[in-house]
C-alpha cells in the first residue's frame, strides 16, 4: 500500500520493511551477507571439507578479495573475480533479490541481469587484499546463533516482527 | 465476536487517540532528521511531546530534556525522558484502545497487581546499548551509516550473552538488521518512522539499569490452546500460544499466553523454524495434534504463562474453535505490563464467524452486512499452512485482534474455509511437528536441511 506522498509507512508500527531473506541451499555458501558496507561470505572448499574461503566485494568502490580463513590467497585470482565470489554473488541475489543486491553495492543492474554473476560482470571491479578475519568471525558469531540457549519468558517487542511470507 | 461487538468497537475512537498520535508522529518525524541539529520543525514537536506530558509527573523531567535537546547538549538520561514520554502517550493510546475492546466484547480484565520494577547493578551491555542508542538519535534514521550499524555488534553480542538480557539483544539485533538493508536511509521512498521510533524508545527503556518484576504466582490445570502467532525476525524466531487456563483449584479460567524463543540465522526460515524449537515437544505435540495440555506449577507472570515443558503433559484432543466457543467469553484476561503498553502489542484472541471476504482496495476484508473488518493477511506465517487464499475462501476465523495506523485489523491465527466443495481446516501450529502438506514438504527436501548443513559447519569451525 502505498499512496502519492509516500507516507503509507509513516505511522505503522507494524510493517515488513525488509522482505524474508528467501531459503537456498546452503551446502557451498554457508554464509552470505550485506553488512558493514561489503558484499561478504563464506565458500566452503569443494576439495577440503574443512577448509573454507573467505570472500568480499566492497560496496561503491567494487574492490573484491578471497582468501583462505588463514589469509592465504585463493589461487583462482587472476586479474578478475574468482569462482567463489561468483558464488558468493549467486548466493546473494538467490537470497535477497538481484535489486536489494544491486542497491547495497551501487552498481545499476539494469534489465537482463539475472544472477549474481551477470551483476559482477556489470561491474568495474579491482583487486585489494583485505585481511579475512572480520568476515570470518562474523560467520562464526553467525553460527553461535544456533549455540544460544532458547528463552522462555515473554518478549513483546516481536509483536513489531510478525513472521510472514505464506505465498504459495 | 459478533457484529454487533465489531460495530460498537469500530464506531468511535477514543477521545484524545488522534492528539497523541499527532504529537508522537512530530517526535517521529524529528528523530528521522536526528537531533545533532533541531530545526523548528522538530523544536515545535518535541516541545508538544513535553506540552502533553502537563500534570503528569514526567512533565518536568521531560520539558527539561526536551529544552536540552533542542539546545543540542544533552545526554543519555535526557533521551530516556523523551523515549519515557513517547511510550507514556502511546501506554494510554493501548489503554483506551483496548478498553473499548473490553467494553465492547464483554471481556473481563483483572487489574495489574505485580510492582513496577527494581533497579538494579549497573551492566555494562546495557551501557553499551545505550552509547549505541544516544548515537543513534544524534545522527538520526538519515544519518545512520554502515560505521554506526557495525557498532551494534559489540552491544548486540554482550546481551545475548545474558539470559536477562534477551529482549534488549533481539530488538536491536532485529532493528539493526532492518536499517543495514536500508541503507542509504535517504535514498529510500519512505522511511518507516513510527516503527523505528516504536522500537529505539523500547529499546531505550529496556536499556536502563532497570529489572521488571520476577514471576509473580505458579499456577496448575489445563490448558485450552486458542492458537499460535509466530513472530520472525532474522536472529529470532517465537512462537506465543493463546489459550484458555483452566485451574485446578476450581477459579476461573484465565485468558493467557505462553511464548518460546529461540535464536537463529535469516537462513533458516519457514517450516523450518519449528526445528528450532525441538526443546519444547510437548508444547508442539499439542499445537500439531490440537491437544489439551496439563501443566502443574507454572509461573504466571499476569498473562504470561512461563513455559516449562517438562511440567507440561499432552492430552485429549481439544478443538480450538470449540475452545473458542465454550470457554473463550468467559475466562478472565490479564493486564499488560505497564512499559510494554502500546497499541502494537494489542492481540486480543477473537472467534469470526458468518462473515464473507471481500478483496477491496486496502486489501481483504471480512464483511457481514453491516460491518466489516481488514485481514491481515501480511501476517501469515511460511511456518504454516494459512495463505491468503485459504483465507479469502474461509468463514470462520480465529483471530487476533490488533490495532495499527488507526484502524483495527484481525490476524487470523486458524481458519476453517470450503475448498472444491470440501471442509478445510487450517492452523498456524499445524506443521509444529513437521510439515503436513505433501507440496510444501516436497519443496521443503529440496532445498535440503538449513539447519543440518549449519550445525555441521558450527561443529568443525566454531570449537577451534
Known amino acids: 500500500m502505498t499512496d502519492a506522498d509516500g507516507n503509507a509507512w509513516r505511522r505503522r508500527s507494524v510493517l515488513a520493511v525488509v522482505p524474508p531473506a528467501r531459503a537456498r541451499k546452503l551446502a557451498k555458501v554457508p554464509f552470505v551477507e550485506l553488512a558493514d558496507g561489503r558484499l561478504q561470505g563464506v565458500v566452503s572448499s569443494g576439495s577440503d571439507i574443512e577448509r573454507v574461503y573467505v570472500s568480499s566485494l566492497v560496496a561503491g568502490t567494487h574492490a573484491y578479495h578471497c582468501s583462505t580463513n588463514n589469509n592465504r590467497p585463493c589461487g583462482g585470482l587472476r586479474g578478475a573475480p574468482c569462482k567463489h565470489l561468483e558464488a558468493l554473488a549467486d548466493e546473494a541475489v538467490l537470497q535477497y533479490g538481484v535489486d536489494r543486491v544491486a542497491r547495497y553495492l551501487r552498481v545499476d543492474a539494469g534489465d537482463g541481469v539475472g544472477s549474481g554473476t551477470d551483476l559482477l560482470a556489470r561491474m568495474d571491479t579491482r583487486h585489494e587484499p583485505t585481511p579475512a578475519a572480520v568476515v570470518f568471525s562474523r560467520f562464526l558469531r553467525h553460527l553461535a546463533y544456533l549455540e544460544l540457549p532458547d528463552s522462555t519468558t515473554a518478549l513483546p517487542e516481536l509483536h513489531w516482527f510478525p513472521a510472514t511470507g505464506a505465498v504459495r | ?282 508444547l508442539l505435540a499439542a499445537l500439531a495434534q490440537r491437544r489439551v495440555l496439563t501443566v502443574t506449577d507454572l509461573p504466571l507472570h499476569g498473562g504470561d504463562l512461563r513455559w516449562l515443558d517438562g511440567q507440561a503433559r499432552v492430552g485429549e484432543q481439544a478443538d480450538p474453535f470449540a475452545t473458542a466457543r465454550l470457554l473463550l467469553a468467559p475466562a478472565i484476561a490479564a493486564a499488560t505490563a505497564p512499559l510494554d503498553r502500546h497499541p502494537a502489542a494489542i492481540a486480543e484472541p477473537v472467534l469470526l464467524e458468518g462473515y464473507t471476504v471481500r478483496q477491496t482496495e486496502g486489501g481483504l476484508t471480512a464483511e457481514w452486512d453491516d460491518q466489516q473488518i481488514l485481514i491481515a493477511v501480511d501476517r501469515l506465517p511460511a511456518a504454516g499452512p494459512l495463505t491468503p487464499a485459504l483465507v479469502a475462501a474461509a468463514s470462520c476465523c480465529l483471530g487476533l485482534l490488533r490495532w495499527d495506523d488507526g484502524r483495527w485489523l484481525v490476524q487470523p491465527l486458524a481458519v476453517r474455509a470450503t475448498v472444491k466443495r470440501k471442509p478445510v481446516e487450517a492452523h498456524n501450529g499445524d506443521w509444529a511437528e513437521g510439515v503436513t502438506d505433501p507440496k510444501v514438504a516436497k519443496a521443503e527436501a529440496k532445498a535440503g536441511d538449513a539447519v543440518a548443513v549449519l550445525r555441521e559447519r558450527a561443529g568443525r569451525l566454531l570449537r577451534r
Do not use: N, Y
Open chain 2, 1 to 282: 465476536m459478533l457484529s454487533t461487538q465489531l460495530a460498537q468497537l469500530q464506531q468511535s475512537v477514543p477521545v484524545g487517540l488522534v492528539d497523541a498520535d499527532t504529537v508522537v508522529a512530530g517526535f517521529d518525524d524529528a528523530l528521522v532528521g536526528g537531533f545533532a541539529r533541531v530545526g523548528d520543525e522538530a523544536a515545535a514537536a518535541l516541545a508538544a511531546l513535553a506540552g502533553a506530558m502537563a500534570g503528569t509527573p514526567l512533565h518536568d523531567r521531560v520539558t527539561e530534556a526536551v529544552g536540552k535537546v533542542t539546545a543540542g547538549s544533552f545526554s543519555q538520561e535526557d533521551l530516556a525522558s523523551l523515549a519515557g514520554a513517547r511510550s507514556a502517550l502511546l501506554g494510554a493510546a493501548h489503554d483506551a484502545l483496548l478498553g473499548q475492546f473490553d467494553a465492547a466484547v464483554g471481556r473481563d480484565r483483572a487489574p495489574r497487581a505485580a510492582s513496577i520494577g527494581v533497579t538494579v547493578e549497573a551492566s555494562a551491555p546495557r551501557g553499551a546499548a545505550r552509547a549505541w542508542l544516544h548515537e543513534t538519535a544524534v545522527a538520526g534514521w538519515r544519518g545512520v551509516d554502515h560505521d554506526l550499524l557495525s557498532a551494534v555488534g559489540a552491544p548486540v553480542e554482550a546481551a545475548l550473552a545474558e539470559p536477562g538480557l534477551r529482549r534488549l539483544a533481539v530488538l536491536l539485533d532485529g532493528l539493526a538488521a532492518e536499517l543495514r538493508a536500508s541503507l542509504p536511509v535517504a535514498m529510500m521512498s519512505q522511511v518507516p518512522a513510527r516503527r523505528w521510533a516504536d522500537l529505539w524508545s523500547r529499546a531505550v527503556l529496556l536499556a536502563q539499569d532497570w529489572s521488571g518484576a520476577g514471576d509473580v504466582e505458579t499456577i496448575s490445570g489445563r490448558l485450552f490452546p486458542l492458537g499460535v502467532d509466530i513472530h520472525e525476525h532474522g536472529t529470532a524466531i517465537g512462537v506465543q500460544v493463546h489459550g484458555v487456563l483452566e485451574p485446578s483449584d476450581g477459579q476461573p479460567a484465565r485468558l493467557v499466553r505462553t511464548t518460546v524463543v529461540a535464536a537463529k540465522v535469516e537462513t533458516i526460515t519457514g517450516p523450518a523454524v519449528w526445528r528450532l524449537l525441538q526443546a519444547h515437544p510437548v
